[in-house]
């Protein structure tokens, strides 16, 4: 999606040019980076294509950071872009404390147990 | 927390810190299951320097690199490591990272153990769980981990332990320190 000369002269289009050149979104909001994202109903006409592209990365829930990844995007243009899909509906947002401020006991432990296991 | 027990799908944020070169992004190497990748955040308004060891002179775009591996426990239960960048100027992301995370992992180098004092005072101060993980590198003299402990002022309950970065199975050690030690952490605040 991304097209490169080479790494000296850097992406064709500058990250920021997909943003029109915003840092930040139209509401102001910041989306955690372990937020889970996913996509929501059809996606109207009129998208480009970074913006498709992370309706299909985002058809099951995926996190802000994966998504930059996956697009091979900055994560602050990927932050502006899933603001706006968000803005229009287009995106269900999980914040990463949603299951309650700390995690629990049992999930803590789960980690360890498949981290040793790993 | 009943919501757990349901399909949605649950992460967690683990930071590794500490001094410039000393080994985070190998550390995050070892253990991700993606080839660490370095997720660059541009920066609108700050000037020139990455967390790199070359080029650094000649750089001049405005980024900053954070490294981001991910180790998937099982089906909705991952853990996102995020390696934060070494630069005391970009310390502004650090409040970002660090909230709502687990805890981190704070390497030091004992031949420039000052290098970590910076991050060990942060995580300190926020309250954020933090483990010691002491980088054996290739003819660094061994100090014993009651000297490190002693040199940072350490509380007793934090752990310190010597590694590896570049071995699977330290880097796994070192993960499982700190989330054992954010357990008791949680379970002594109730």
Redo the contacts between chains.
């Keep these: 999606m991304t097209m490169w000369m080479d790494d000296e002269a850097?992406p064709l289009v500058r990250?920021?040019a997909l943003t029109r050149g915003r840092?930040r979104s139209a509401s102001g909001e910041?989306l955690?980076?372990?937020a889970?994202v996913s996509a929501v109903g059809d996606p109207p006409g009129g998208l480009g294509p970074e913006q498709l592209a992370i309706l299909r990365a985002a058809r099951s829930?995926i996190?802000v950071?994966?998504v930059?990844?996956e697009l091979d995007l900055?994560?602050?243009?990927v932050r502006v872009l899933l603001s706006d899909l968000h803005d229009h509906g287009l995106i269900s947002v999980?914040a990463?404390?949603?299951?309650?401020p700390?995690?629990?006991?049992?999930?803590?432990?789960?980690?360890?147990n498949?981290?040793?296991a790993? | 927390?009943d919501?757990?027990l349901s399909d949605?799908?649950?992460?967690?944020?683990i930071l590794i810190a500490g001094g410039f070169g000393v080994g985070k992004t190998t550390l995050v190497g070892s253990?991700s299951e993606?080839k660490p990748?370095r997720?660059?955040?541009?920066?609108?308004d700050i000037g020139i320097g990455v967390d790199d060891l070359d080029g650094v002179e000649k750089k001049t775009?405005t980024?900053v690199a954070?490294d981001?591996g991910?180790?998937t426990?099982?089906e909705g239960?991952?853990?996102?490591l995020?390696g934060t960048p070494g630069q005391e100027r970009f310390w502004f992301m650090w409040d970002?990272?660090s909230?709502?995370a687990?805890g981190a992992v704070v390497i030091a180098d004992t031949r420039r153990l000052t290098d970590c004092f910076p991050s060990v005072d942060y995580f300190e101060q926020r309250g954020t769980p933090f483990v010691v993980a002491v980088n054996c590198f290739d003819g660094a003299s061994r100090h014993s981990v009651e000297d490190v402990r002693i040199a940072l002022d350490l509380d007793d309950d934090v752990p310190v332990l010597l590694c590896d970065v570049r071995r699977?199975a330290s880097a796994?050690e070192v993960?499982?320190s700190l989330?054992?030690h954010?357990?008791r952490t949680?379970?002594a605040a109730g």
């Design positions: 850097g990250p920021y840092t910041t955690d980076l372990i889970m829930p996190s950071a994966d930059a990844v900055p994560v602050g243009v999980t990463p404390n949603a299951a309650g700390r995690p629990s006991e049992r999930l803590l432990k789960e980690v360890i498949g981290l040793r790993l | 927390m919501s757990e949605d799908p649950v992460a967690l944020k253990i993606i990748l997720t660059e955040e541009v920066l609108s775009t980024t954070m981001f991910r180790i426990i099982r239960l991952v853990v996102y995020f970002e990272l909230h709502g687990l699977r796994k993960m499982v989330v054992e954010s357990l949680l379970t």
